[in-house]
């Protein structure tokens, strides 16, 4: 940790884990606009509109944890190659999906991204308590999303 005349500044190990958590909450946005687009089926409605929050809850998390990059001196990447490159989300079919089969790819994209904030989270909480509140924010609301989206599908 390092505390300049300029404020705390994050070192490369805290600007690396937080680069993982954006490059996978921004593909977690455009996996949650996939499936809901391409949807079909029993319970759509309910479906397409849950996925309408993962994507609000993915979009404003990865503002946040850009912005908190910028605010701690590192520059963060979501360049449509980098997000396309390094994230850690299953693929989803380029394809109509039943409400089934998307309930059960958005579960598994957000268990994906939660995944990665859980894995960083010992290394950011060491160096950065306030970007860590930040992560334990995120991992609850949308461990709450994925748990709607499988109770939809009786998977509980």
């Known amino acids: 940790m390092t505390v300049e005349s300029t404020g705390f500044k994050a070192s490369d190990v805290l600007a690396g884990e937080l680069q993982k958590v954006l490059v996978d909450v921004t593909a977690l946005s455009l996996v949650g606009k996939q499936l809901h687009w391409n949807i079909t089926g029993e319970g759509f409605r309910s479906l397409h509109l849950y996925l309408d929050e993962v994507v609000d809850i993915a979009r404003g998390a990865s503002d946040e944890f850009a912005e908190r990059m910028r605010a701690v001196f590192a520059v963060p990447d979501a360049r449509p190659d980098v997000v396309a490159q390094s994230n850690s989300l299953p693929a989803v079919p380029e394809a109509l999906v039943t409400t089934s089969e998307g309930a059960?790819?958005?579960?598994?994209?957000?268990?994906a991204t939660v995944g990665t904030m859980r894995d960083v989270h010992e290394k950011v909480d060491a160096e950065d308590s306030a970007s860590a509140d930040i992560l334990n924010d995120y991992i609850r609301r949308l461990e709450q999303q994925a748990w709607f989206i499988r109770s939809q599908n009786g998977r509980d």
């Open 104 to 111: 059960d790819l958005a579960v598994a994209a957000i268990t």
